[in-house]
Structures are given as C-alpha cells and as structure tokens.
C-alpha cells in the first residue's frame, strides 16, 4: 500500500468532474487500499478518488471512532434525499485547517457498487449523510468551500496559498542545507 498525494485548494484538478468505474479488477482494489491508507494517515473521515488526482466515481467513508468500518461506495448516487436540510460544520483534506458551516439534505439514501461490483443501498443521517455528500461533491468537482461565500472562498484561498509558499520556502532552504 501507498500513501497518496492529496490535491490542496484550489488545484484546478480538484474541479475536474470524475467518470464511472467500469472494471472492477485487482488495479481498482489497490486504488482502495491506497486511498484507505491515505486517508487514515491523514486523518480523515473520507476521501474521494478526485483529491488524489485520480478522476473516477469512487468514495471511501469510515466514520467510526475505532477506524474499522471502511466502506468504499462506487459509482455512488443519492437517489432519494429529505427535504429537512441541516448545516453541519465541514473541514476536507484538501481545505487542511479550514472548517465552516454547511448546509447539505439530513438524510439520504445512496446507491453504489463495492469492489467487486455489486450493488447496494445505504440510508444515512446526521455525519454520515453529510459526509457521503461532501465526498461526491467532489466527484462532481466541487469543494466544501464554494458553498461559502465569495468574501469566505477568497480569504481561504488567500491562507492556502499563503502556506503553500511557506512550505515551499522552509523546502528550498533545507534542500541548501540552511535552517529555517
């Protein structure tokens, strides 16, 4: 197994919208495996095969405490969803440090296929609904943040890049062998 790189906002990449799993084989189970370990490592509570620049409609959730009920949701869609909504504070691996209210369906009924290619339902409320929701947005190339506003989405952007080029500084003077 791997740990992958995750994509940081705004990579364009991140906006690019997935296409559906067609061969369920031994290369899409390491992709699971990959992506699990990714996740785990970073830690999260979902991952989306999108974040790690891989564009096919693949999922992974685990929101238990004790880090043992992954479940990888492929080809996902929500075919039924409440019209009660609910606004939960979000955060996403590809946002690191940012978290802010949104609004997403209380609950939904989604409709995927596991690795070998089988169907199956699954009915969600409170974290778990929110968190399949957030992770097919990016499948759709969307990140939490552009449910912001304008003022929010730029002041994220604006830290985020901030950071990058930090690290990009504190890289480039330990490649000199200078102490930052």
């Excluded at 699990?36 to 929101?63: C, F, K, N, R």
């Excluded at 996403?92 to 070998?116: F, M, Q, T």
């Excluded at 957030?134 to 985020?160: C, Q, T, W």
């Amino acid at each position: 197994m791997s740990i992958l790189n995750i994509l940081r906002y705004p990579d364009p990449r991140l906006h690019k919208v997935a296409q559906p799993v067609t061969q369920f084989d031994a290369r899409l189970e390491k992709l699971v495996a990959d992506m699990a370990e990714t996740m785990y490592d970073a830690p999260g509570i979902g991952l989306a095969a999108s974040q790690v620049d891989v564009h096919e409609q693949l999922i992974l959730v685990d929101i238990s405490e004790t880090k043992d009920a992954l479940v990888a949701y492929i080809n996902p869609e929500i075919i039924w969803a409440s019209d009660e909504m609910q606004v939960y504070d979000e955060g996403c691996l590809s946002v690191p440090g940012i978290y802010d209210g949104v609004e997403r369906h209380a609950r939904v009924k989604v409709r995927a296929l596991d690795v070998k290619g089988q169907p199956f339902e699954v009915e969600a409320d409170g974290l778990l609904a929110v968190c399949l929701q957030h992770e097919m947005d990016h499948l759709k190339g969307k990140v939490f943040v552009e449910y912001l506003s304008p003022l929010k989405r730029n002041r994220i952007k604006a830290k985020l890049q901030k950071e990058e080029r930090g690290m990009a500084r504190e890289a480039n003077l330990r490649a000199q062998g200078r102490r930052y």
